[in-house]
T-cell receptor, first 116, second 111 residues
Framework: DTGVSQNPRHKITKRGQNVTFRCDPI?????LYWYRQTLGQGPEFLTY????????KSRLLSDRFSAERPKGSFSTLEIQRTEQGDSAMYLC??????????????FGPGTRLLVL | RKEVEQDPGPFNVPEGATVAFNCTYS??????FFWYRQDCRKEPKLLMS?????NEDGRFTAQLNRASQYISLLIRDSKLSDSATYLC????????????WGLGTSLAVNP
C-alpha cells in the first residue's frame, strides 16, 4: 500500500501522560500536514512541513504539542501532559508541490486519541 | 465567522433523488476549492476539485461562483452508498497551501 499511513490507529491514555503519533507520507511527497478533527467539526490545520522544515504552526498548537520531520520523510506529533480536550482524531496528509499548480492532499486513516 | 461555511444538514433524501449542497467562503483570495467525502470514523477522501468553469464526474457536478463566493455540489440519482458527510474545502492562497475546511454537510440516502 503506497498511501499515507499513520500509527497507532487508536490511542487511549490517562490525563497527564505523553503520547506520540507517527505519519508516513506517500513516497516523494515533500509536504506533510497535520490536522485535528473533533466530532461534528471539519479538520483544523495544526502544522505543516516542506521537506524537513516546519514552516507554519497554528495557534491551536500549544507548547505541549511538538512535531518533527527529521529526514523529510516520516513525521511524529507528540503531545505532552495530555488533557481531556486533546481527545480528537489526528489526521496526517501529504502532497507534492509542483510550482503554482494545485496539488492534492492525500490523507492517512488518522489516529484517534482518547484522553481519560 | 468561519472562512468556509456550510449548512450542516442533515439532508435525508430517498434513493434516486437529486440533492444540492452549497458552501460559501470569505477569503476572496482563495484560488482552489474541493469537495471531500468523509464516512463515519474514516479519513476525508477527495471527491472532486472545483474549477472556475465547473466540472462534472458521473453523477456529481461541482460549480464555483467567484462573484458570490460560493461553491456547490450536485448529486444526481443518489445511491445508498452516497450517505456520508461532504466537506467543502478552500485552498489557502498563501505559500503554505493549507486546506480550510467547512464543518461538513451530512447526507443520508434512504431506501
Amino acid at each position: 500500500d503506497t498511501g499515507v499511513s499513520q500509527n497507532p490507529r487508536h490511542k487511549i491514555t490517562k490525563r497527564g501522560q505523553n503520547v506520540t503519533f507517527r505519519c508516513d507520507p506517500i513516497s516523494e511527497h515533500n509536504r506533510l500536514y497535520w490536522y485535528r478533527q473533533t466530532l461534528g467539526q471539519g479538520p483544523e490545520f495544526l502544522t505543516y512541513f516542506q521537506n524537513e522544515a516546519q514552516l507554519e504552526k497554528s495557534r491551536l498548537l500549544s507548547d505541549r504539542f511538538s512535531a518533527e520531520r527529521p529526514k523529510g520523510s516520516f513525521s511524529t506529533l507528540e503531545i505532552q501532559r495530555t488533557e481531556q480536550g486533546d481527545s480528537a482524531m489526528y489526521l496526517c496528509a501529504s502532497s507534492r508541490t509542483s510550482g503554482r499548480s494545485v496539488e492534492t492532499q492525500y490523507f492517512g486513516p488518522g489516529t484517534r486519541l482518547l484522553v481519560l | 465567522r468561519k472562512e468556509v461555511e456550510q449548512d450542516p444538514g442533515p439532508f435525508n433524501v430517498p434513493e434516486g433523488a437529486t440533492v444540492a449542497f452549497n458552501c460559501t467562503y470569505s477569503n476572496s483570495a482563495s484560488q482552489s476549492f474541493f469537495w471531500y467525502r468523509q464516512d463515519c470514523r474514516k479519513e476525508p477522501k477527495l471527491l472532486m476539485s472545483v474549477y472556475s468553469s465547473g466540472n462534472e464526474d458521473g453523477r456529481f457536478t461541482a460549480q464555483l461562483n467567484r462573484a458570490s463566493q460560493y461553491i456547490s455540489l450536485l448529486i444526481r440519482d443518489s445511491k445508498l452508498s452516497d450517505s456520508a458527510t461532504y466537506l467543502c474545502v478552500a485552498l489557502n492562497a498563501g505559500n503554505n497551501r493549507k486546506l480550510i475546511w467547512g464543518l461538513g454537510t451530512s447526507l443520508a440516502v434512504n431506501p
